[in-house]
């Protein structure tokens, strides 16, 4: 199975800066078949970015997604205080669909 | 709107069974499949499986495939999940997820609420 790495496992920032977070996989996705979560606690995870570089209907633009292959990265531009949560990045090209292990996003 | 609404917590037994519902609205149940993801307490995510409520094919993990069985109700939009021979370890909460129709190759688009299964003697 594809195995997700995600980085750094905890980032730690203050509200209007900029988070990049990092998903490498351990086998290149197929069709750039990769999506982004946000998980606040209690809180079911919610589709930030899918196919990589896609915005998912309502998501800010703040958020963005990039890359192929094996490598892939989110961008939050500009942290807002409810962008504060866990991020987990999926692969859905090659079954089973794997997740990594998440990026906490803290304020620091 | 979409939703997908879950079915209570279950408190189990070792060895028993528990099977968990999602009862989908707000567009057309059969155009679309159900995944099953499970989230162990203060754990990541994982996915169990895959099923399509357009022709009912599925795909399981390998992990989960000797004790789960995933079903869907087109008559009621709804998407069953059973679990076998539960572990201690299977304590978690179990989301459900709307993805693709025809594969499980497809990113999650709306999540059901989760339901807390919990097993201990």
């Known amino acids: 199975e594809v195995v997700l790495t995600q980085s750094p496992g905890t980032l730690s920032l203050s509200p209007g800066e900029r988070a990049t977070l990092s998903c490498r996989a351990s086998?290149?996705?197929?069709?750039?078949?990769l999506a982004w979560y946000q998980q606040k606690p209690g809180q079911a995870p919610r589709l930030l970015i899918y196919g990589a570089s896609n915005r998912a209907a309502g998501i800010p633009d703040r958020f963005s997604g990039s890359g192929s292959g094996t490598d892939f990265t989110l961008t939050i531009s500009r942290l807002e205080p409810e962008d504060f949560a866990v991020y987990y990045c999926q692969q859905y090209g090659r079954s089973p669909g794997t997740f990594g292990q998440g990026t906490k996003v803290e304020i620091k | 709107q979409v939703q997908l609404v879950q079915s209570g917590a279950e408190l189990k037994k070792p060895g028993a069974s528990v099977r968990v519902s999602c009862k989908a609205s707000?567009?057309?149940?059969?155009?679309?499949?159900i995944n099953w993801v499970r989230q162990a307490p203060r754990q990541g995510l994982e996915w169990m499986g895959w099923i399509s409520a357009y022709n009912g094919d599925t795909n399981y993990a390998q992990h989960f495939q000797d004790r789960v069985t995933m079903t869907t109700d087109t008559s009621t939009s709804t998407a069953y999940m059973e679990l076998r021979s539960l572990r201690s370890d299977d304590t978690a909460v179990y989301y459900c997820a709307r993805g693709g129709a025809y594969s499980s190759s497809s990113f999650l688009g709306y999540w059901g609420q989760g339901t807390l299964v919990t097993v201990s003697s």
């Open positions: 707000g567009y057309t149940f059969t155009s679309y499949g």
């Open positions: 086998q290149s996705v197929s069709s750039s078949f």
